[in-house]
């Protein structure tokens, strides 16, 4: 094997002689995902809300088993309707007016998940906001205008807020402990390959000049 031969070996015996310069790599890239975690990404907060569909003031007891679990049924079969009155367009400008939300249709769409509890009665309302006060205030607001709207339209009142959106206790994003462990392995591959070109691109520098 010639002198400008690629040998494993050697690769392997020039990467552990750079270990000083793979762990700097590795501290900086634990450094610079740091700062960018901790001081310059955005938090951003999930919230949920939610409300009921159905009658309070008839409860399990004052009608026989049949009767109740008819009723019960008929309030699942419109489940979809109310999610589709949630999501109108006429619930989404009212409750953007109500909060003061500045929210394109793009936002709302990326921002604000509406979905329905399969087998219950209960559609969630889940907004993920940076201005977690913004968040609350939209995410109990869509509670409230899906209820007036949806009244307005049936002619009957249905809906009961069951689930405020509070503050939660953290965000959802930046993921600290996340972002590091990427910012380190990042930087350790970035030195990794920077020290195997070099040894490759030399090794056949020298073999060319061989030749």
């Given at each position: 094997m010639t002198e400008s031969s690629i040998n494993i070996t050697d690769l392997f015996?020039?990467?552990?002689?750079?270990?000083?310069?793979l762990l700097l790599a590795l501290v900086l890239g634990v450094a610079?995902?740091?700062?960018?975690?901790?001081?310059?990404?955005?938090?951003?907060?999930?919230?949920?809300?939610?409300?009921?569909?159905?009658?309070?003031?008839?409860?399990?007891?004052?009608?026989?088993?049949?009767?109740?679990?008819?009723?019960?049924?008929?309030?699942m079969l419109l489940m979809p309707t109310y999610k589709e009155i949630a999501?109108?367009?006429?619930?989404?400008?009212?409750?953007?007016?109500?909060?003061?939300?500045?929210w394109d249709d793009i936002e709302l769409e990326s921002n604000v998940t509406i979905y329905h509890m399969g087998g219950t009665?209960?559609?969630k309302f889940q907004v993920e906001s940076s201005d977690v006060q913004e968040a609350i205030s939209v995410a109990n607001?869509?509670?409230?205008?899906?209820?007036?709207?949806?009244?307005?339209?049936?002619g009957i009142d249905l809906v009961q807020p069951l689930d405020r959106a509070v503050k939660p206790d953290y965000p959802i994003s930046p993921i600290h402990t996340n972002n590091i462990i990427l910012g380190a392995v990042?930087?350790?591959?970035?030195?990794?390959?920077?020290?195997?070109?070099?040894?490759?691109?030399?090794?056949l520098r020298k073999r060319k000049i061989s030749l």
């Open positions: 015996e020039t990467i552990l002689k750079k270990w000083k310069f610079a995902s740091s700062v960018y975690s901790f001081l310059l990404a955005k938090p951003v907060y999930r919230v949920t809300s939610s409300l009921y569909v159905g009658n309070p003031e008839i409860e399990e007891g004052e009608k026989d088993g049949f009767e109740y679990k008819r009723e019960v049924e008929s309030f999501e109108s367009n006429a619930v989404k400008l009212a409750v953007m007016e109500a909060t003061g939300a500045d009665q209960v559609l607001a869509f509670v409230e205008i899906t209820k007036s709207v949806s009244q307005e339209i049936r990042l930087g350790l591959l970035l030195a990794l390959g920077f020290v195997v070109f070099k040894e490759v691109f030399q090794k």
